[in-house]
């Protein structure tokens, strides 16, 4: 039996879009205006699309309109990773990287030109636990792209981890080098392993951990007021994780029984 669009199927993606919409708030309405700001947030806006278009194509039966679903957040994965490497240029104030990121940019735009043309994602199979995505002509190299985008940013919060000599530019730097590589072991899981979605776990654990860094290790300045606001962010993720663990166990023992009004009544409880 298919989870699809049952409530535990749903939840993950949702709870992985709302941390990140939460923390594009606090970031825009505190943290001071700069270009790192705005690239965070574009990293960030990333992963709220991402979220958003695989709630999207879980939350629906018809084939044909999840496998568009499933093209758009496979964008969403790139312009993620993009957002990242731009984020920890500017981040760090790296030199002599505008031709990098302009073939950064240049490729990202190719692989969204050839969504709409199954580049990335060329249709979806049905397994028990839902939707899997069959990879398109494009897949591969975007996959290669993504890998790069992500270990030249590391690889940039490194190089400047080793030059500064501040505790808390280290520890936030540690931070960012740790929660950028979940997306990405997610992704890969998801597109080259049979296994259940892993992608969106990873998701939801990179809000937690860029939650961390603004919050413990002043990532972008944020105020204490706002720090306040993400404490709680954390505290709500850290409560919604073995929440929905407990959905999908539930979802797993019981299948339909769990769907009735009654049941999701006892689940909330």
Known sequence: MTQIGSLSYAIPPAVAAA???????????????????????VMVTG????????????????????????QLAAVAIMVMFLGFYHFSVLYTNTPGQRKALAVG???VAVYGISTPFGGLVEGLRVEDYGYAPI???????????????LLAGVRTLVRRYKMTSSIEERNRLLYLVA???LPLVGTVLD???????VGIWTNILFCGI?????????????????????TYLVLGVMVALPYVLTLLVLQRLFGA???????????VL
């Open 257 to 267: 029984r769990l769907e009735s009004f009654w049941g999701y009544l006892v689940t």
């Open 135 to 149: 990879p398109g002509v494009m897949a591969a190299p975007a996959m290669v792209t993504a890998v790069a985008l």
């Open 179 to 181: 929660g950028a590589c």
């Open 47 to 70: 992963l709220v699309l991402w979220g958003m278009t695989i709630l999207g194509m879980r939350v629906t039966s018809d084939l044909n309109a999840a496998v568009v679903w499933d």
């Open 210 to 230: 860029s939650a961390v860094a603004l919050l413990e290790y002043h990532l972008l300045d944020i105020p204490q007021v706002a720090r306040r606001t993400l």
């Open 19 to 41: 941390s990140g919409i939460i923390i594009i708030a606090i970031v825009m309405k505190w943290a001071p205006a700069s270009p790192s700001r705005r690239l965070f947030v």
């Open 191 to 197: 597109i080259v392993t049979n296994l259940p979605p």
């Open 105 to 107: 940019y240049a490729l």
